[in-house]
């Protein structure tokens, strides 16, 4: 497992984070028992992960807890958050979301969390948010009950990052959760310069999403996209998108993979997103501990060839309006 330094927290971080929300929520969503949960998050520990991310509406939550009666409290990283309202305007007040971060504690089963993020939050609520919810998470920080406070985005409707661009003015939060893939890199010049500039940590999510997971749903993604004249169909192969980025059967059992080559398109996509610079965690998310030990391997895995991301690049520069959901 590679580590790094997430951001102004000087917290010493695993480059893969476990996810806990999603479409599996570690296979709870799926009709998995809470034991088959800690399995999953046992596995990643056990691999290097220490960063274990959930929410108060993710229902994994307590598969950390569970997590914590055999490993070291000082030993990972816990991030949670909670909603103040996803469309506005503000559903609770600054005493309601004390008892929030409290319940999180409890739920939890520890004394602090690391990073408590506001979930999801509206760019129409940053003003308020900065007068009414912020003021309350630092004074938990200054109690000792959150190390550090955080922001998520909405990105399924924020393609663009407008919430980061209102809030990071504001210079207040420690770190913050992005939406950035193959298919929306808008991050890049939008909030990545800024979020630098603050030293801010960051955490990846959508990375992998349906669009790109899925070959047909990304074949036809692509399609639209030409379409819709966002692609320029000279730089793809429309009938077999990324085709580029696939070694052959015989290049992978020759060993070309290790010296920068890489099997799927999946593969490709998480380890562009952990070399944009500026993102210190890529969130990945699963129910499945060969599907974890998969994802995790090419988190790791060497860098793209120049050539390859750059042309990741010039494909998609002009696509703002999706997520890949």
Not at 44 to 65: I, K, S
Not at 200 to 217: W, Y
Not at 267 to 279: I, K, L, N, S
Request: glycine content about 8%; proline content about 4%; hydrophobic content about 40%.
């Amino acid at each position: 497992m590679q580590y790094t330094t997430l951001g102004r927290t000087n917290l010493h971080v695993s480059v893969a984070g476990l996810g806990g929300g999603g479409h599996s929520r570690l296979g709870l969503r799926l009709g998995r028992s809470l034991d088959d949960a800690l399995t999953v998050a046992q596995a990643a520990f056990d691999q290097g992960v220490n960063v274990f991310d959930t929410a108060q509406g993710y229902g994994t939550e307590p598969v950390l807890a569970k997590l914590l009666d055999t490993v070291p409290r000082d030993q990972i990283v816990i991030s949670t958050k909670a909603g103040i309202g996803w469309m506005g305007p503000i559903n609770c007040t600054p005493q309601e979301f004390a008892k929030t971060i409290d319940d999180r504690l409890t739920q939890l089963n520890t004394d602090y969390i690391d990073i408590m993020y506001i979930h999801g939050l509206h760019p129409d609520l940053v003003d308020d948010a900065m007068e009414m919810i912020v003021p309350v998470m630092q004074k938990a920080r200054d109690a000792g009950k959150v190390r550090f406070i955080g922001v998520t985005e909405m990105f399924e409707h924020d393609f663009t990052h407008q919430m980061l661009q209102r809030a990071l003015p504001y210079d207040c939060f420690d770190v913050v959760m992005l939406g950035f893939n193959i298919l929306n890199q808008t991050a890049r010049d939008t909030v990545l310069p800024m979020i630098q500039k603050q030293n801010v940590g960051t955490m990846c999510m959508f990375a992998i999403r349906q669009a790109l997971s899925n070959e047909d749903r990304f074949k036809q993604t692509i399609n639209q996209l030409i379409d819709e004249g966002r692609i320029d169909p000279a730089l793809i192969n429309a009938t077999n998108p990324l085709d580029f980025l696939k070694l052959t059967s015989a290049e992978i059992s020759g060993g070309t993979s290790g010296g920068g080559g890489y099997a799927d398109i999946v593969d490709a996509c998480y380890r562009f997103c952990r070399d944009e610079p500026g993102m210190d965690i890529v969130l990945t998310g699963t129910s499945n501990t060969a599907h974890l030990a998969a994802n995790l391997q090419s988190i790791n895995a060497p860098a793209l060839p120049v050539e390859h991301r750059q042309r990741l690049i010039d494909i998609f520069k002009n696509v703002d309006h999706l997520s890949g959901d």
